[in-house]
C-alpha cells in the first residue's frame, strides 16, 4: 500500500488540513495508508526525502462523490485540531473517512455517543476548552513602559495546547481599552488597541519581572483570604499546582493554609459585633 505523507505548515493549520484531508478522501485514500505531521517535524527528520516534506495530493477518483460533513463536526475538528496530541491529524481524518463511506459507519461516526473514534474526538476537545478556560482566569499582567512613552500590559502562560491565538479574542473583548501582550511557549499575541498582532513563541525571561504593583494585590489578596472557607483539595482542582509558579498570590497559599485553621478557631472565639448605627426606617419585628 502507498503511503501518503501530510506536511502542515504549523501545529493549528486547519486550512492546509481540509484541503489535504479532503482530497484524499475523494482520492479513496484509508487513513492507514496517510501519514500526518508539521513542517517543524520535516525539518528535523534528516532522513526523510525530498519529496516527503511537500504535499503531493492525489487527483480525485472518477467515482468520488461530493463531500459533505454535519457542521458540527467541523467545529469540533477546529478544537480538536488545537490540543497538543500528535495523533489528534489521523483521528480526525478516520472520522471524516467514516463518514464519507456512509452506511452504518458513518452513522456511528456522527451519531453514535459510544463509538471510540467518536468518544476520544470529544474527550480531547474537553481538554482545550478547560485549558482555554485556566487561561482566562490565571493569566496575570505586569505594565512595561515603552520606548514611546505608553504602557503595555505584558503575561507569561504556559498551556497545555495550542490555544493561544484562538483564546486571543476573549482578551480582545475583556481588555479593548488596554494595550496588552500574551507571551507563551507556542506563540505571542500582542493587542494594540485597535489590532491584533500574532507571534512566535517567547521564554519565560521575556516576560517582566514582579513590580510595585504586586505588592499590593498580595497585600489585599492576604487580607481579604477567608481562613473558614478554605477547601485545599478543590481550590487544587481549580487551579491545578502548575499554576503556580506564574500566580503572584500563589505564593501566599501555603502560608495561608498552614495558618487556616488557626485563624478559623480564633473568629469562632471571638465576640459577636455590633452595629455602629441603625439604618433609618428599619425596625426589627418579632
Known amino acids: 500500500m502507498q503511503r501518503n505523507t501530510i506536511t502542515l505548515e504549523h501545529p493549528t493549520d486547519w486550512q492546509g488540513f481540509r484541503t489535504a ?4 478522501v475523494q482520492a479513496h485514500v484509508p487513513p492507514q495508508a496517510v501519514d500526518w505531521r508539521c ?7 534528516l532522513f526523510a526525502p525530498e519529496a516527503a516534506r511537500h504535499n503531493a495530493l492525489p487527483p480525485p477518483a472518477p467515482d468520488a462523490p461530493p463531500l459533505r460533513v454535519p457542521p458540527d463536526f467541523v467545529r469540533l475538528c477546529e478544537q480538536l485540531i488545537l490540543h497538543r ?10 472520522l471524516l473517512w467514516r ?6 459507519m458513518a452513522r456511528a461516526a456522527r451519531h453514535d455517543p459510544l463509538d471510540a473514534d467518536r468518544m476520544q474526538a470529544h474527550h480531547m476537545v474537553r481538554a482545550v476548552r478547560r485549558d482555554m478556560h485556566k487561561m482566562h482566569a490565571f ?4 505594565p512595561v513602559v515603552e520606548p514611546d512613552g505608553n504602557t503595555l500590559h505584558m503575561a507569561w502562560f504556559e ?3 495550542y490555544i493561544s491565538e484562538a483564546n486571543a479574542g476573549f482578551f480582545t473583548r475583556r481588555f479593548t481599552q488596554m494595550r496588552w501582550a500574551i507571551l507563551t511557549p507556542d506563540a505571542s499575541v500582542r493587542w494594540d488597541g485597535q489590532q491584533l498582532h500574532t507571534g512566535p513563541g517567547a521564554q519565560r525571561s521575556d516576560a517582566p519581572p514582579p513590580d510595585a ?6 497585600t489585599y489578596y492576604r487580607h481579604i483570604f477567608n481562613p473558614a472557607r478554605l477547601k485545599l483539595t478543590m481550590m487544587k482542582k481549580e487551579m491545578p499546582t502548575r499554576y503556580w509558579h506564574n500566580l503572584p498570590e500563589a505564593a501566599l497559599i ?18 459577636a459585633s455590633v452595629p455602629r448605627r441603625r439604618i433609618a426606617g428599619k425596625e426589627t419585628r418579632a
Open 85 to 94: 496530541d500528535p495523533a489528534r491529524f489521523a483521528l480526525m481524518y478516520r
Open 159 to 161: 498551556p497545555d495546547h
Open 99 to 104: 463518514m464519507a463511506q456512509g452506511g452504518d
Open 254 to 271: 501555603t502560608e495561608l493554609a498552614q495558618t487556616a485553621h488557626e485563624r478559623s478557631a480564633k473568629m469562632v472565639e471571638a465576640e
Open 213 to 218: 504593583g504586586e505588592a499590593l494585590w498580595l
Open 139 to 142: 493569566v496575570r499582567f505586569r
Open 21 to 24: 484531508a479532503r482530497a484524499l
Open 39 to 45: 513542517q517543524a517535524d520535516a525539518a528535523e527528520d
